[in-house]
């Protein structure tokens, strides 16, 4: 029997009153054959939680995505701005005493096409280590171009110094 709860609790722009949704492990998680037992490391069907509200981006203020699974806690809390086209995910996973965390921010620069910016941080010691800094451009044929900053010698030379 799976103990897996999994809830989204989300504000909208109109709204001062917190709204509940519970999702089962079959509404969340994608299906594969022969799967007896889902787990919280599974993959989901959305990439976002809120793909899984039928609410448009635009409408929602904040977002939190909550799962928990006997020791291990994964809570993904959204805040959305400019009109849905900009959020910060602060994604915190716990497996008993380990605690990791991220902060993921992602800035629509243009539009037509679009140019989002992606940030993503992982927390370490208490600091912010930039791990992967992108703008990514839709392209007319329905493709992406990614154009990749470098943060690896930053992620280095933080490292050493929080790690010291």
């Known amino acids: ?68 699974e006997n020791e291990k806690i994964k809570v993904h809390s959204f805040t959305f701005w400019n009109h849905g086209d900009n959020f910060v995910i602060n994604i915190k996973d716990q497996d008993f005493n380990v605690l990791e965390e991220q902060i993921i921010v992602s800035n629509l620069l243009e539009k037509e096409p679009n140019k989002t910016e992606v940030l993503r941080f992982r927390k370490m010691n208490g600091s912010l280590i930039p791990t992967y800094h992108s703008i990514i451009i839709d392209q007319p044929n329905g493709e992406q171009e990614e154009v990749l900053f470098d943060t690896s010698n930053l992620k280095e030379s933080l490292r050493e110094k929080i790690l010291v």
Request: one cysteine or more.
């Open 1 to 68: 029997m799976n103990t897996m709860k999994i809830e989204i609790r989300y504000l909208l722009n109109s709204s001062k009153d917190w709204s509940n949704l519970s999702l089962t492990c079959e509404e969340y998680f994608e299906e594969y054959e022969d799967i007896k037992e889902y787990s919280i490391d599974d993959i989901p069907k959305h990439d976002l939680a809120h793909g899984y509200l039928n609410i448009s981006p635009k409408d929602i203020s904040q977002l939190v995505l909550s799962i928990s």
